[in-house]
């Protein structure tokens, strides 16, 4: 064993609900997450489009919409919980890398001057320190022209150039935690590796831990050694990534796997879809779709049961389901 | 940039160009006979019609336009029908008055109409919004005149606080005129009691025009901000630890008046057009007034030259403002390039 994931994760997050008011009603967007990032390991969240990735990352970074309320749990960032503790909040001291690098940047300011005001909140030194510091991380994602770029305003890169750009910027006050939300889907195919390539280099260089929401199993594998799966805002399954890509454990991670083996979309030919935020059903959420569902998969959600090997999966009936 | 304000100019020529045409043929056939007004109440029509022929007014209307046109493309504005003095001289005075005013009533227009615009955005739909909405209906549909007599009634008569008309008090006197504007000359002769004067005697003029211009200002202002508000730029800036105030006042703010700047060139021309019926009750000695007592005495001259003028001063206000477009949006200044 490495020593990666030894001593307390950088970020652990306990039993989070967020709910959100809307005029349909209450939407329990998620419910009960749990999972941890280890210090220096990279975790990816997976799921398809609208399970509450986005706004797992918003509740972690304190930038929740309107309306939105934490009914239960807490955000361990470095032992203090975010949620509650104002001055331990985490902006400014995560890095950020955002899903669309297109509409991320404000379009009227310069490049240097949106991440200048980051770093002169949030890093210690001066302007000119700053300075420097950017354009070397520039020249570490491989941005042409490293000193120029300060001086561009966003028009004037390339998606995947912005996209360097933001990964620079989200190492600039140097966190100890990079949040990145599905950071290569607006970007085409050999861009998407190039940066991912890049991302895991920065990061195992310099020791960070890395949280990776995405919906792609192919990135997934390349980037995470953890993950998390999610159903409609509940964890279905975690552990070591590989292992659970191989075999996975809860029906609807392996009925998903089935169908897709590279996308996390919806699962086809399979009755029944995503229920509504504000309509979850009660008990396993999955279960409506469950071929292996009993009448208590209706009852209390189920909690996360570990298994061998640092997995875990929320249906008691893993076993038998998969004889099924 | 200069090419740009260049190329901006030069378009603005045919408009303007067109503006004197049309404004001729306007004037000349609107009732009312200048050589009649000229010759007095008891000229006998030989006298008139000597005064026709000098003036050139019994010649085809084409060929009066030509010479018009001419004699603007010389620079001569020609004199007034009913001072007989040259229009130029009559205008260098009053386009000053005007321009004070209209450029102050703008100033307090953007002054407090954006931050309002801003107010309400960030508290959209509290009470603080629907203030903000009851004060922008209100000031578009307030009549000016109405809000002129009860400011007037309030605070120079009731309250006593302001003067009710005029521009300068007589037994102060002016400065040396040397921009025309009071506020400016005062403090360049370091009159601060004039200075003093001139801003009293602005201040209610100006809110009364300022009023539909700020309402406009403060809703453009605020729908900007709402849009750019659920843009994921800020998302991002939140998330990376911008500061509050940076956020909303800056970094935000930049973005939503990129519209509201296109806008205050239009209220330009609004504010102008205002500012007729605003000198007129405020006995403001400006261009609206002289245009008001040129229509009445059929002055064509001076009406030619006061429409001139003042679609002039409005091309000027919309290059500036796109210079200003180009400046707030790097974009803008792109495609200009
Ligand atoms: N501001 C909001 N108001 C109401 N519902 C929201 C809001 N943001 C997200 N949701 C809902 O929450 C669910 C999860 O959204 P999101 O976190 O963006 O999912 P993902 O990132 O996995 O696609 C979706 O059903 C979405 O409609
Ligand atoms: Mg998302």
């Known amino acids: 064993m490495s020593i990666m994931g030894e001593g307390r994760p950088v970020l652990s997050v ?173 970007l085409d195919v050999t861009t998407q590796r190039e940066i991912l390539g890049l991302l895991r280099q920065l990061t195992t260089e310099r020791g960070l831990s890395l949280l990776f929401v995405t919906h792609d199993f192919g990135v997934l594998a390349a980037v995470c050694d953890q993950v998390a799966v999610l159903y409609a805002g509940r964890v279905a399954e975690t552990g070591p990534t590989r292992a659970v890509l191989d075999d996975p454990q809860h029906p609807y991670a392996r009925m998903l796997l089935a169908c897709h083996p590279d996308r996390a979309v919806d699962l086809l030919g399979i009755p029944g879809t995503v229920p509504a935020a504000t309509a979850q059903p009660p008990g396993c959420r999955f279960h409506p779709r469950c071929p292996a569902s009993r009448a208590d998969c209706a009852g209390v959600p189920p909690p996360l049961l570990p298994l061998a090997a640092g997995r875990a999966v929320a249906c008691p009936y893993h076993a038998e389901a998969m004889l099924g | 940039m200069a090419r740009y304000i260049l190329r901006r100019v030069l378009l603005a020529l045919p408009a303007l160009f067109g503006l004197v045409l049309l404004t001729f043929v306007l004037t000349r056939v609107i009732p009312g006979d200048p050589a009649a007004t000229l010759a007095g109440d008891s000229a006998t029509p030989a006298q008139i019609a000597d005064i026709r022929a000098r003036y050139g007014l019994d010649r085809p209307i084409w060929e009066q336009a030509l010479v018009h046109v001419k004699q603007v493309l010389t620079g001569d504005l020609g004199s007034s029908i009913f001072s007989g003095r040259p229009v130029i001289e009559e205008i260098g005075f009053r386009l000053p008055a005007t321009l004070e005013l209209t450029f102050f009533a ?84 370091g009159r601060l009691d004039q200075f003093r004067d001139a801003l009293w005697h602005l201040v209610l003029p100006a809110v009364t025009l300022c009023l539909p211009g700020l309402a406009s200002i403060a809703r453009f202002t605020r729908s900007g901000m709402l849009e750019m508000l659920q843009k994921d730029f800020v998302l991002y800036a939140r998330a990376a630890g911008y500061g509050r105030f940076r956020l909303y006042a800056i970094y935000v703010l930049r973005n939503a008046v990129t519209v509201t700047v296109t806008q205050i060139g239009l209220l330009f021309g609004a504010l102008i057009s205002g500012a007729v019926a605003v000198e007129a009750i405020y006995d403001w000695p400006g261009l609206g007034t002289y245009a008001v007592q040129a229509i009445l005495s059929a002055d064509y001259k001076a009406l030619l030259a006061v429409t001139l003028v003042v679609g002039v001063v409005y091309a000027a206000v919309n290059v500036l403002v796109d210079v200003v477009q180009a400046l707030v949006d790097p974009r803008v200044a792109e495609d200009i390039r």
């Open chain 1, 14 to 186: 306990e039993n989070l609900a967020v709910h959100i008011r809307t005029d349909a009603g209450v939407a329990r967007i998620l419910d009960d997450v749990t999972f941890a990032v280890p210090r220096g390991g990279a975790l990816g969240v997976v799921g398809e489009s609208g399970c509450g990735k986005s706004t797992l990352l918003r509740a972690i970074l304190g930038i929740l919409p309107r309306g939105a309320t934490v009914p239960k749990g807490a955000v361990l960032f470095e032992d203090r919980d975010i949620l509650t503790d104002r001055a331990a909040s985490a902006r400014g001291r995560i890095g950020f890398i955002p899903q669309d690098p297109y509409l991320s940047l404000n379009p009227v300011f310069r490049a240097g001057d949106q991440f200048l005001e980051i770093m002169r909140r949030h890093a210690p030194g001066s302007r000119r320190d700053h300075r420097d510091t950017l354009v070397e991380l520039f020249r570490a994602v491989q941005l042409p022209d490293p000193g120029g770029a300060l001086a561009k305003y966003p028009h004037q890169f390339s998606g995947g150039q912005r996209q360097r750009l933001l990964i620079a910027a989200a190492l600039a006050c140097e966190p100890a935690l990079v949040v990145a939300d599905e950071p290569t889907t607006a």
């Open chain 2, 106 to 189: 703008l100033f307090l227009a953007t002054a407090i109409g954006i931050p309002l615009g801003v107010v309400a955005a960030l508290n959209h739909n509290g009470p603080v919004d629907q203030l903000v909405r009851l004060i922008s209906v209100g000031g578009l549909a307030i009549a000016s005149f109405w809000l002129a007599l009860m400011l007037q009634l309030v605070f120079a008569m009731e309250w006593d606080v302001l003067p009710l008309r005029g521009r300068v008090e007589v037994e102060l006197g002016t400065p040396p005129l040397r921009t025309g504007f009071l506020l400016i000359d005062s403090l360049l002769a």
